[in-house]
């Protein structure tokens, strides 16, 4: 296969270490609740203003704070102490519970309603739009406990899931195929840099890089977030000296750039992510960016962008072109870009025989990692993709059971498979599009089944292959797997206390959306016109979507 320069240079970051260690203690524990409790509710929060929460950020004051307290009691952070805290944030910031609050502004939404579906989403994603608990705006309410039950047995299943296929994959790949994982390095070395010791720092380049870039966010930060919200308390209207979530020009360009959707989003964070991504990746979007300015406006006086009109903002004009023409076309240039993916994987095997190891190193990992028995992780996958087919038929009894065994059995091993090659050898994610949704449809055409329950159920579709690159990360940073599996038992049930706690607690100071979270408000309506479009293609009748889908945009995109 090609050699990038680029992805050997970041393949060639780090070296394998020989010794691991757990990391877990009690620092670790302190702070799960640290980010559960005051970390989570703020980036929750973020989400539904800014439409970005504090993830990354999150992560790196919990590790600093704690960093910053063993200092002062004569004392450091061993290397695999800051990367369990540094994994212990990502997980106790999932939110779970923060699904929600879309569920309960999806059956009440204009959209639901413009589009007829509103009757059709059933009780065990949300309550009715007529429920009192609507009206009271609160989780604690008997409507909500199977939806909640439902949400949390799915966690239950995804997080012990964790440990199945995703981690096969990893041995086989890293420890037979002997992949090198590009992009692993990369994760490792931000909280490797943390570890260096005080010498290291003065002549290190981490640790510079590191806190220069914690200052710009920081004086962004307070500007683009802070201001809004501390004057959104103090005075009528909050003040932002950034619009958010962006500058809305679509209106004023629409003279010169008809169907074009010019709203200009001024988030310094965008910047920053250009920089890390690869040159030609930059590149292709900012093709994708001047193709799209100039072909709108011929689609447009070519009656093709015919449902947009003067007067329509970005959200509008985004859906209104989605419709009629780049939804049909995206769903080609997906299949193409997913029959690339696959042929280089081919390709790959013939080229990589060389460098393999053999079956024996499957079952005799590196000593002191962690490692649990291959077997353990194979039985594992397959004890979890049951419960997800068990809990599908008693959801959606209608539709065909041999679906749910097709996705979990056949499609998910062989999709992940393909990933973790492309994530070992280019650092590259692979995805298959619209397999769900056009398995949905053939259900729905060729089986009799009629309804939307199908979108919400819990389906066996999933592709591990990505969960390669997090446990190379374990590895590069000589963290132990056990230490790794305690801290799953820890953070899990802080995270579903703390996400539905702070759920009902942000859903209880204003309805969502409304003006108090602006990005919701801007950009909610959008995902559902977009989500529910798609999901009347499974009702009776020629649905919205079946109109909105053309063949020969389809295969222009191909």
């Known amino acids: ?321 989605n419709f009629d023409f780049y939804m049909s076309f995206g769903i080609g240039l997906g299949l193409a870009i997913g029959v690339i993916g696959v042929w280089t994987v081919i390709r790959s095997f013939r080229e990589e025989e060389k460098k393999r190891g053999t079956w024996h190193d499957l079952f005799n990992p590196p000593p002191g990692r962690g490692d649990f028995n291959f077997w353990i992780a194979i039985g594992i996958y397959v004890c979890s993709t049951l419960s997800y087919v068990l809990l599908c038929v008693w959801l959606v009894p209608n539709f065909p059971w041999i679906f749910f065994l097709g996705y979990g059995f056949i499609y998910t091993p062989v999709i992940s498979y393909i990933t973790a090659r492309m994530e070992g050898i280019a650092g590259q994610f692979v995805s298959l599009p619209l397999v769900r949704e056009a398995s949905f449809i053939a259900g729905a055409k060729y089986f009799g089944y009629h309804g939307i329950e199908i979108w919400y159920a819990p389906i066996p579709i999933h592709n591990y292959g990505a969960a390669t690159v997090g446990f190379r990360e374990i590895e590069l940073t000589g963290t132990s797997l056990r230490g790794i599996i305690k801290a799953e038992l820890v953070v899990f049930p802080i995270v579903m206390v703390a996400s539905l706690l702070f759920s009902q607690f942000i859903w209880r100071l204003a309805p969502i959306p409304s003006a108090s979270y602006p990005y919701a408000q801007e950009l909610w309506h959008l995902q559902a016109l977009n989500t529910l479009l798609m999901q009347t293609s499974t009702l009776e009748g020629n649905s919205l979507f079946f109109q909105a889908l053309n063949s020969s945009y389809v295969l222009s995109g191909l």
């Open 1 to 321: 296969m090609y050699d990038d320069k680029e992805l050997k240079e970041y393949r060639d970051l780090l070296k394998t270490p020989d010794h691991f260690e757990e990391g877990f203690d009690w620092k670790t524990v302190v702070g799960a609740v640290f980010i559960g409790f005051l970390m989570m509710p703020g980036s929750m929060y973020l989400q539904l203003v800014i439409g970005s929460g504090i993830g990354p950020a999150a992560r790196w004051v919990t590790i600093i704070l704690f960093a910053e307290i063993a200092k002062r009691a004569h004392t450091s952070l061993k290397q695999q102490e800051i990367f369990m805290l540094y994994y212990m944030a990502g997980a106790a910031l999932a939110s779970p519970f923060q699904g929600l609050l879309w569920n309960q502004y999806l059956v009440q939404s204009d959209a639901a309603k413009m589009l007829g579906v509103a009757e059709f989403i059933p009780s065990w994603v949300a309550p009715p739009a007529t429920s009192k608990s609507m009206a009271m705006r609160t989780f604690f309410h008997r409507d909500w406990l199977i939806p909640i039950l439902l949400l949390i047995g799915s966690q239950v299943i995804q997080r012990v899931d964790h440990f199945g296929l995703g981690y096969a994959l990893y041995r086989i790949t890293s420890d037979v195929e002997k992949l090198p994982f590009p992009m692993a390095p990369v994760g490792a070395l931000g909280t490797m840099a943390l570890a260096e010791s005080a010498e290291d720092k003065k002549t290190g380049w981490k640790w510079r890089v590191f806190s220069i870039g914690g200052v710009i966010g920081l004086a962004f930060g307070a500007i683009y977030v802070l201001l809004p919200v501390v004057s959104g308390l103090l005075f009528t209207e909050p003040i932002r000296l950034i619009p958010i979530p962006w500058i809305e020009l679509t209106r004023h360009t629409e003279g010169v750039l008809p169907a074009v959707a010019t709203g200009l989003q001024l988030d310094l964070g965008l910047v920053f992510i250009g920089m890390v991504l690869p040159f030609w990746a930059v590149i292709g979007g900012l093709v994708g960016l001047l193709i799209t300015i100039v072909l709108n406006p011929v689609l447009w006086r070519h009656g093709i962008l015919h449902r947009w009109h003067p007067g329509m903002g970005t959200v509008d004009t985004i859906f209104a072109n």
